[in-house]
């Protein structure tokens, strides 16, 4: 069996009840990468609620993406209601220096 580095731990629909969660460096598939306007953001939840790898971080009054399972697939933004959530070519934050 493959051991694999955890770096946190989620739940997801595929996981195994009985070790760590959200194994899967999903982070490294992203093109695009939710970035979430918290002025927008009316907190309804239904981002992390759609999201497939569950990695959408709660932050009482907005949520934000954990970028190292955000697979990029951009169902979150097309969930948001009010459009708070816009997907952003990964590149945009290369060429400004930063890391997901
Ligand atoms: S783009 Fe959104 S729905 Fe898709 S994995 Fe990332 S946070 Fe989840
Ligand atoms: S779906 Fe949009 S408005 Fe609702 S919590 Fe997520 S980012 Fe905020």
């Not at 598939?29 to 999201?51: F, H, I, N, Q, S």
């Not at 971080?57 to 708070?84: M, Q, R, T, Y």
């Amino acid at each position: 069996m493959v051991k694999r580095k955890i770096t946190s731990r989620y739940e997801a629909a595929w996981s195994n009840s009985e070790g760590p969660l959200l194994s899967l460096d999903t982070g490294t598939w992203r093109t695009r990468r939710p970035v979430v306007d918290k002025e927008k953001c009316t907190y309804c939840g239904l981002c992390a609620l759609y999201c497939p790898p569950q990695c959408m971080i709660d932050l009482k009054d907005h949520f934000v993406p954990n970028l190292d399972f955000c697979k990029g697939c951009g169902i979150c933004v097309k969930e948001c209601p009010p459009g708070a959530a816009t997907m952003v070519p990964e590149g945009e934050f290369h060429r400004a220096g930063i890391k997901g």
